[in-house]
């Protein structure tokens, strides 16, 4: 095979897994710090995937657990997996907190806090969008031990962001498009809302590329004029294209939104890849100025470690054949192949 393009498939692996599936969970290889260290139970043993490799301070007062995510998130839940051999209450009485204080982390506010979490199960804590930095896991009290087997953070995220739309017509320049591009089109609705023609049954859609749980969906309704066009739109979401995807379950009915308003419909986590909005009845316009998907991702730990062995064969694929060529120093090949550093952490 091309090195060149061996090489650049390794990439397109990293970066379309990165880029598509660990924002979902934004703990993942980000940096991990703890108080003390008991012998080899790092901090970073927390984000690897493995419930068999845990964290662990010393016996100490008020030890303590830290993520850096780099950037402020609006956290939608923690998951901690408790150890799975002994000692399970241990992790009795500890304290999740999310701010964006690095020196003072107990001043941050308090997400949730853990009143037992049985020997090797992991257990989830709502945080409903607490913005921060800095996710911790401590534990108040006088000779304590922390251990985390497992720690995921799930942050709230529009998930149609840059997702592909299509709608069952155009009225005009009014793309489909247009709903997701962050701009309501209240001066000049033509260029930043969706809209269909007069027609039977429209529709709008989004294909969010994979499976998501859904916790709700928000829709602005134009300002212009007409704003009783979007009465009774149904909101469904699902996997199946089926009559364009109008017969996926139902989240919400659109009763009515005011002119230039945003409104919240709850889908309690309804899974799906497709989100459609569709206007059932005779000559009717569906007209979107912009819709925002919120929800996470339908992928397990297991999807991970996976990942990280295809990563394992691709890098020692990689190497054997460098070898074979005679090159030893697979960092000065790469360079030679792509035409500039290339560093995992930018992946």
Not at 32 to 49: E, I, K, M, P, V
Not at 282 to 301: A, H, N, R
Not at 304 to 323: C, D, G
Not at 328 to 342: A, V
Request: proline share 4%.
């Amino acid at each position: 095979m091309n090195m060149r393009v061996f090489y650049k498939s390794l990439l397109f692996l990293l970066g379309k897994f990165s880029l598509e599936c660990i924002t979902v969970n934004v703990a993942a290889w980000r940096t991990a710090d703890q108080s003390t260290t008991y012998r080899h139970w790092f901090a970073q043993n927390a984000l690897d995937g493995l419930g068999s490799t845990c964290t662990h301070t010393d016996e100490q007062s008020d030890p303590w657990w830290k993520l850096d995510l780099m950037k402020t998130y609006s956290v939608n839940r923690v998951t901690i997996t408790n150890r799975p051999d002994c000692c399970s209450d241990r992790i009795n009485g500890a304290e999740i907190r999310i701010g964006n204080n690095s020196s003072d982390l107990f001043s941050n506010p308090v997400c949730a806090v853990v009143s037992s979490i049985p020997a090797g199960p992991t257990y989830s804590y709502s945080c409903r969008g607490m913005k921060g930095r800095y996710v911790t896991v401590n534990i108040p009290g006088a000779s304590k031990i922390l251990t985390l087997c497992e720690v995921g953070v799930y942050v709230v995220g529009n998930l149609a962001t840059g997702k592909f739309t299509t709608q069952s017509s155009t009225y005009k320049l009014w793309f489909a498009e247009q709903a997701i591009d962050f701009s309501p089109g209240f001066i000049q609705p033509s260029s930043s809302c969706s809209s269909t023609d007069i027609q039977t049954n429209p529709w709008w859609r989004v294909d969010l590329r994979y499976i998501y749980r859904v916790s709700s969906v928000v829709i602005t309704n134009r300002l212009d004029c007409c704003p009783e066009r979007i009465n009774g739109t149904e909101i469904r979401i699902g996997n199946s294209l089926e009559n364009n995807g109008n017969n996926n379950p139902i989240c919400a009915v659109i009763s009515s939104i005011p002119a230039g308003v945003s409104s919240t419909y709850t889908c309690n986590n309804m899974e799906g890849r497709y989100v459609n909005l569709f206007l059932p009845g005779d000559s009717k316009y569906l007209t979107l100025c912009e819709v925002k998907v919120y929800g996470e991702g339908v992928i397990k730990q297991a999807d991970l470690v996976l990942f990280r062995k295809l990563i394992m064969i691709y890098s020692f694929q990689l190497q054997s054949a460098l070898a074979e060529r005679g090159i030893s120093d697979m960092n000065k090949e790469m360079t030679m192949m792509l035409g500039e550093p290339t560093h995992s952490s930018e992946l």
